[in-house]
Each structure stands twice: as C-alpha cells, then as structure tokens.
C-alpha cells in the first residue's frame, strides 16, 4: 500500500513514527509525501492537550469524505487511540485501524487484516516493544526511547492512561540501538522517557539512569541529551554524571509545572518549590554553564492570583535559558476534569502572556552571555529563508550562522556574535582554529 503517516505531540511519538515507517517498509509498503497519493492515512495522535485532539478530529471528518470519493484506509494510531475518547471518535469516523502507543509493531498485521476481517484494533502494551531495535535514523539526531509509560498520577495528566504503566527497556536493547545510530552517522541522541530518571528503578540487573548516561556516552556517540527529567527523582549522581561525561551535555530540561506549593499539591506533583530550588542550586554549583529549561502550566484549577505570583518568583530565582509555557487543557479522564472547574479562558490567557514576557526577559538576558565565547554548533540545515545555516549547540541553543561559512551539516566551533531571546546568531570560526581539538560541553 501507499502510505503517509502524520506524527503529533511529543520526541516520543516521533521516535513511534519512525518505527512505524520502518515496520511499513519492511512489509513492502511505500511511504509516500503527499496524503493525496496515499491508500492507507497513519495518524499518530497526541492526547495531552485539547488542540492536538481537535486537529485529528478535522482531518477524520476530511478523511471520512474522501474515503466516500476513493478507496482510502485510515488508521488511528498513538495516545489518543487508546483512550475511550479516540475509541469513540474511530466509530464515528468508521476508522479501519485502531492500535495504541504500546502495540506500534502491530501495523502489519493490521494491514493483512484489512483484507480479511475489515477493522482492526489492538490496545494491548507489547513487550516486544521494548527489545524491538528499528534501523538507525538518516538523520544528525536520533531519538531513542529507553522507556515507555508513566507510574505518575499528576491529576491534569492523560498520558498515564495512554501510554500505560512505566517499563524499562533492557539495557542491552538500548546500547545496540545507540550503537546502531552511532555507527550510522548520528551525532546527537536524545534519550526519551516520560521520566528517565526512574529508568531501571527496582530491576534487579538495570544500571541507574546515571549508569545508563556513562553507558550511552561510552559507544562515542559526540552528544548525548536526554528528556524528560522528573524533579521527584532527579538525583545527585545525575548531575554528577553529566558533570563527569564530556559528550553528555550539560543542557537540563526540567519540568516544575508551577512555583506555587499549592498548586503543586492539587497536581499531585510529588515535590515542593524548595525542593525544586534546592536541585537547581546543585546543578549550578556543580554545573556552572548549564543551561536550564522546564515545562510550566498556567491556569490550572483553582490557581490564585497570588500562586501565579509564585511561579514568576520562581522563574525569576531559576531564571530559566528557555521554557515550553502551557495553558491548562480540561482532558476528560483525568482527575482534575472530573473533580476541578476549570477558570476563566480570559484569565488563563493573560496569565501566560505575562509569563511569556518574563521568559523572553530572562532568555535574552541569559543568551546574552554567550555572545563573544565558542559553542559547538551541529549545524544541520537551511533557514527557511536560506541566508543560514540553522542547527544547536551542545547546550541546545538554536544557532544560525550565515549560510557560505557551512560547507555541509555536521559539527562546527561557531563564535556567537549576537543574541535574542529565542536564538544565538555566529560566525564558523576560521580554518586554523577548527584544527583545533573541539571544545566539548562539559
Ligand atoms: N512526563 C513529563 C511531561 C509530559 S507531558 C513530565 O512529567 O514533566 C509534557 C507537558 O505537557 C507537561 O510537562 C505539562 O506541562 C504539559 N501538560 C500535560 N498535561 C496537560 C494539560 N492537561 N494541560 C496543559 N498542559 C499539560
Ligand atoms: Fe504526565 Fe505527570 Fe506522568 Fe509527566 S509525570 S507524563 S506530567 S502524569
Ligand atoms: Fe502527547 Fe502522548 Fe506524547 S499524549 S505528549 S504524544 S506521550
């Protein structure tokens, strides 16, 4: 069959997709760019928020029309198909596929199905899944899931119920895929989790996330950067790590969701501001040009003026390198849209615009310090405009340097010259000094 596939939400996801894609090649079947081409539509759905739910239910009733105009099959896939709300929306829409995030590699078998038995549902979570290696991405970035699921109950939160309870993959299943990748080409893998901190956590015969850093970092890979990191277990020997391991980058994404203990409280996150202050004062004293970035959710039910007030004190004590900014999303299914009112869309809007303006203050501010010094810059593509070459450094800035300085994508040292909130802006460093031994991040 012809396929195309439509990957929303998170690094996750897109390392799913990425298997998808591969098991559909694998059975003889072609990937092809334009929907229009397509005889089988992969949505790979996102759950977390209302806006990414809303998308996919558009393009089921766009799906659902053209199906009446050609022979199309659709197949529903990712977060949202395990959840009741997807099931519901699969009938409505007459989906032909229904396979959630735990049984990915069943896509084949669903697509033999088709032709004898019609639809096709599969909810199960695989454990295959976690010892399946896909073929190593073409890509400068790899991703690579080390473990699927979440054992957190953060009372906003529908990922626990789509993505089922927390499994590591065996160590050995993650070292040959980062083998893979790295043998391959691939200069920077991230390590993806819902928390990868508490990988292996309880298993007998699994390294501590600490161990698994050095483990990575020992196949030589340039760069290694991992998401996400939970505040309730993100320990010391992780900063050391880091700290110890040149290619593990010093870069630190972090999510507090709020800065009020109130609120964290109604969320059921599992620690309190000064706990999350205290983990950020390790991390720079031992880390002292780390870069910092967090998740914050604004508007969550209940959130007083005052909480609010909280979470800008602590952005500024933090002050974050960057941050991903989010107004509450009601998500049937989960605790506080059962149990909790949501507030007014008017006061959740003008609370992140106000956080928005903090976070652009203190990114300038902290981009600020870069300009005059040597990053090393994994250059990687075009801007869309063409006049540069757009990649990130070992601290995960974006950085663009103008295009004639890039001979092709890869690492370069880049001096950065000037600074926004959102970007670095360099020159290549000249020839004589790229003979140098690069600098590494740590
Ligand atoms: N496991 C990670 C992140 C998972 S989801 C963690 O615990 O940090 C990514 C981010 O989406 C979360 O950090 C949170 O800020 C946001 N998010 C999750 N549910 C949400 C909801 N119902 N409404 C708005 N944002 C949400
Ligand atoms: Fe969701 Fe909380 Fe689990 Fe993160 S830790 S995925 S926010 S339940
Ligand atoms: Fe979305 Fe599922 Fe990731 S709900 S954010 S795709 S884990």
Redesign the pocket.
């Known amino acids: 069959m012809r396929a195309h596939v439509i990957t929303y939400?998170?690094q996750?996801?897109e390392y799913d997709t990425h298997t998808i894609l591969s098991e559909l090649v694998a059975g003889g079947h072609e990937i092809v760019t334009s929907p229009h081409d397509a005889e089988l539509m992969v949505l790979n759905t996102?759950?977390?928020r209302g806006k990414p739910v809303e998308k996919v239910v558009t393009l089921l009733g766009e799906l659902r029309k053209e199906k009446q105009r050609r022979p199309l099959a659709v197949a529903l896939m990712?977060?949202l198909a395990q959840l009741e709300e997807g099931q519901a929306l699969a009938k409505k829409f007459a989906v032909d596929i229904l396979i959630g995030p735990g049984a990915i590699t069943d896509i084949l078998p669903a697509i033999e199905a088709l032709e004898t038995q019609g639809r096709y549902t599969s909810l199960a979570f695989k454990g295959d899944l976690l010892t399946h290696i896909p073929p190593a991405p073409a890509t400068l970035t790899g991703f690579l899931t080390i473990m699927r699921g979440c054992n957190h109950r953060c009372t906003y939160c529908?990922?626990p119920t789509?993505?089922g309870p927390e499994v590591s993959r065996p160590v050995e299943a993650i070292l040959n895929e980062a083998e893979a990748m790295r043998s391959a080409g691939v200069q920077e893998i991230y390590l993806l989790g819902q928390n990868v901190n508490s990988y292996g956590l309880g298993l007998p015969g699994y390294p501590s996330f600490a161990e698994l850093l050095k483990l990575v970092a020992a196949t030589g890979i340039p760069r290694v950067k991992f998401t996400t990191s939970h505040p309730m277990n993100f320990t010391s020997d992780i900063i050391d790590a880091i700290a110890e391991t040149p290619n593990v980058c010093d870069f630190i994404h972090l999510p507090v969701q709020s800065g009020s203990d109130r609120v964290l409280r109604r969320m059921a996150r599992e620690y309190r501001r000064e706990r999350y202050l205290a983990i950020i004062a390790e991390i720079k004293a031992k880390l002292p040009e780390a870069v910092l970035s967090t998740d914050i959710m604004v508007g969550f039910p209940g959130e007083t003026e005052e909480d609010f007030q909280a979470t800008l004190s602590l952005y500024d004590e933090v002050q974050f390198d960057s941050a991903y900014m989010f107004i509450y999303s009601a998500r049937p299914g989960t605790p506080s849209y059962q149990h909790f009112t949501d507030l007014p869309k008017a006061i959740k809007t003008e609370r992140l615009q106000r956080l928005i303006e903090r976070q652009k203050y203190w990114s300038q501010q902290r981009n600020q310090r870069w300009v005059g010094r040597e990053l090393r810059v994994l250059l990687k593509q075009p801007s869309d405009d063409g006049g540069y070459n757009v990649g990130h450094s070992d601290q995960n800035h974006t950085v663009l340097v103008p295009n004639e300085q890039v001979t092709g994508v890869g690492l370069y040292p880049v001096v950065i010259e000037q600074a926004t909130p959102h970007a670095l802006y360099g020159s290549v460093v000249s020839a004589e000094r790229q003979r140098l031994p690069l600098l590494m991040a740590s």
């Open positions: 939400g998170c996750m996801n996102c759950a977390v990712g977060c529908i990922v789509s993505r």
